[in-house]
């Protein structure tokens, strides 16, 4: 028991101020028994349903939209303990496609939706199980253009590159190995190649399929028949990370960028054996990717730029010409006498082949965002991978290119031209083909 005498600031200071001890003691008791109905009370009592109504923020109503992420935002409601929000197809609010529950005010559904008309609402809990506060049914429209999602085939690992032979797709999915789809009707998994270590890269000629698998060397298969692909050979390579052929002089090259080591180039003798041509050519920082144009390879050579060399004798490359580029050089690609760059997280340079080629610049892009992993294009449009970004679609227009459409997958790390429209590889997703709308 407390004495009265004893009690410390601030009641002491009250019964020193006030005459009539039990008047205070009146008042203290009811201004605690008011703050405890306030703090515990409101917890167990949810509101009356309809007295007040949640209100939403974004999109607004009837909002149309263009990117396939949608976020989803909502006024916070006093007293809500949890909320959870209903996601319609269509407008009228009938058809549900999912209902989620959260702490937060928003929400982000992240599962890719096809053009159409959907509606939302929220609603929110008090005692942390009866919904009993809800707002409004808002809708919008979704209009994915110049593509939309035709279909996604969820893959057991990342894709890392893409290849299209005849009828079928050959995926490079890093520690699953190689995953070949049939392409007939619909994009159809058929069976999955386990490989050494992981798959990153891919390259083909004739019947010959080859494998960039990091630290599980370069492998050679037989795929005669498509679908069954049969092991020949492998050569060691520290840490394969791109595959390019060539056929040149009745002898078919193989041109890998080793990580570690640079560019170390083989042939392919009677018998199916792959034969080391010379050392490999460090290009002075990590390799990550090579392309072959007639005598000339382009290497890249990590923080420190392009690398060109000529290979006319390709048991001793000779350097031609090296650029110093922004960001750290993840992809080479050409296609009409251009030279497409991948530069991570500086973007994307392109330039006209030509030397020196510092002198011929054409294009540059640095969004600030994302990761320029991989480039493709076809005639109208050129995509990229951009990691967490998810793929951008530009549009050429004059010598120039201009964001036409971005694509919110959770990390993209590949694209491919595609019947009229463009595979993109994704680490959550999978193998996602976007057909072309017009």
Known sequence: MVNSGELSFPIK???????????????YLLSFSIVLFLV?????HPLEPGTEQLKLDYPDNGEVLTRTEVQFGWFTYSGARCYKIQIFQGADGDSLLLEHETTYSSYIYSVPLSSGEYSWRVWATTDGENYTIHSPLWSFSLNLAPFSIGQIVPLTASPRDILLK?????VACERAGVSILSIQDSLT????????????????????????????????????????????NSQFVRRAMDVEVSFLRDTLFIVVADEDNGITVFHLEEGN???????PVYTGAYCKSVEIQDSLIFASADELGLKVYNWSNPMELLPVDSIDLPGELEDIF?????????????????????????????????PDIGNAIQLDRSSLYLTAA?????CFIFREDGGTYHLAQQIDSPYCYSVKQFRGGFLIGDRDWGLVYLQDTD
């Open 189 to 232: 998994l058929e069976k999955i190649v386990p490989t050494q270590d992981k798959a990153l890269a891919l390259a083909t000629y004739q019947d010959y399929l080859f494998v960039a698998d990091y630290r599980g060397d370069l492998l050679l298969y037989d795929i005669a028949d498509r679908t069954n692909p049969v092991f020949l």
């Open 334 to 366: 050409i296609a009409d006498s251009r030279l497409y760059l991948g530069l991570g997280l500086a973007g994307i340079n392109i330039f006209h082949i030509a030397f020196p080629l510092s002198n011929y610049l054409l294009w540059s892009y640095n």
């Open 166 to 170: 005849d009828n079928y797709l050959y």
């Open 386 to 390: 951009m990691g967490s970004e998810g």
């Open 40 to 44: 515990v009370g409101c917890g167990k």
């Open 13 to 27: 200071s009250w019964f020193q101020t006030h005459s009539d001890k039990s008047l205070v003691i009146k008042r």
């Open 273 to 279: 054996f792959m034969v080391q041509l010379g050392e």
